[in-house]
C-alpha cells in the first residue's frame, strides 16, 4: 500500500450491490474465535456481522474478527452494546465496514450515533486513528477524507417509538442505513417471541413504506424462516443478514447426527 492510498474495509462491494439494486447478504457472528468469521467468509458472504452486544467476544475478539473478515473479502459490520461514544469509539478505530447502533428510539439518539461516529465539527470522535489508517500509512489528509463517509453508520430500529419517529430519523445526514430488529420490536408492543402477530408484521411494513418512499435503504437482522426472508425480499429490503455461527455448528451437528442414526437402524 502506497502512503495516501485508502485501507480497503470492503464497504464498497455492499455499496454497489445496493446501488445496482442486488441484495448484499450476511450472516452474524456471536462466539470469540476470528477462524469462524473467516470461514463465513469463505461461504460467500458480503457481509459479517460481528455481535459485541449479544455476542460472547470482547474488544481484542472484534479487532481480529474484522482482520479475518477483511483477508477473506468480506465486509465487516461491527454491533455495539449501546448507543454509547466511549463504546463505540475503539471499535471505530478498528477500520470496520459499519458501526451498527442499536436500540435507537428516538431523533436526538440517532443525532448522538452519527456524531459519535464523525470528526469535529461534524462530531464528537476523539482523533487516535490506529489501523483504521493503516498505522500511519495514510496521509492524515486523505484519512480524514474517508472518514467523512466512512465507517457506515447503521442505526437499528428495534422499538416502536423508533418506527413513529423514523420519517425523522432517516432525514439526519450522516445516516446511511437502517436495519430492522423483530424481535425487540415485538417485545416493545408485549409482543415478544410473536414477530409474525399481525401487530408486529404491520409495523415492520410500515418501516420498510417509510424507507421506500424516502428512496433510502434498509437491512433486515434475522433467522433463516423461509416464510420471513420472502416478506423482506416483497419489502425490497437491500441487505439480509440471517441466522449465526452457533446456528449452522447446532444444525449441522444435529443433522449428520440424525443421518447416522436413520442409517443404524
Not at 474465535?33 to 461461504?43: H, N, T
Request: net charge neutral; glycine share 8%.
Amino acid at each position: 500500500m502506497k502512503k495516501g492510498d485508502s485501507v480497503n474495509n470492503n464497504l464498497s462491494k455492499v455499496k454497489q450491490k445496493i446501488n445496482k439494486k442486488q441484495l448484499a447478504v450476511g450472516t452474524h457472528v456471536v462466539l470469540s474465535e476470528p477462524i469462524i468469521s473467516e470461514i463465513l467468509c469463505s461461504c460467500g458472504f458480503d457481509i459479517i456481522w460481528l455481535d459485541w452486544e449479544h455476542g460472547a467476544m470482547d474488544r481484542k475478539d472484534i479487532n481480529l474478527h474484522i482482520m479475518a473478515v477483511l483477508s477473506k473479502g468480506g465486509a465487516p459490520f461491527v454491533r455495539v452494546p449501546w448507543n454509547d461514544p466511549v463504546l463505540i469509539k475503539p471499535i471505530l478505530e478498528m477500520g470496520p465496514a459499519s458501526i451498527i447502533v442499536p436500540f435507537i428510539k428516538t431523533v436526538e439518539d440517532a443525532k448522538l450515533a452519527v456524531a459519535s461516529c464523525k470528526y469535529p465539527p461534524r462530531g464528537i470522535r476523539g482523533f487516535g486513528p490506529c489501523r483504521c489508517m493503516d498505522y500511519g500509512g495514510m496521509s492524515v489528509e486523505d484519512y480524514l477524507e474517508k472518514s467523512k463517509d466512512e465507517p457506515w453508520v447503521i442505526l437499528q430500529i428495534e422499538h416502536i417509538e423508533a418506527v413513529n419517529n423514523l420519517k425523522e430519523i432517516i432525514k439526519i445526514e450522516g445516516i446511511d442505513t437502517i436495519v430492522v430488529g423483530p424481535n425487540d420490536l415485538a417485545a416493545s408492543v408485549g409482543l415478544l417471541g410473536k414477530t409474525r402477530h399481525k401487530d408486529v408484521t404491520k409495523l415492520m411494513d410500515r418501516i420498510a413504506e417509510i424507507c421506500n418512499e424516502a428512496n433510502f435503504p434498509f437491512g433486515i437482522s434475522m433467522g433463516a424462516n423461509m416464510e420471513d426472508i420472502v416478506d423482506w425480499l416483497n419489502r425490497k429490503a437491500s441487505w439480509i443478514v440471517l441466522e449465526k455461527d452457533v446456528s449452522f455448528l447446532y444444525q449441522g451437528g444435529k443433522n449428520i447426527l440424525n443421518l447416522i442414526k436413520d442409517l443404524s437402524h
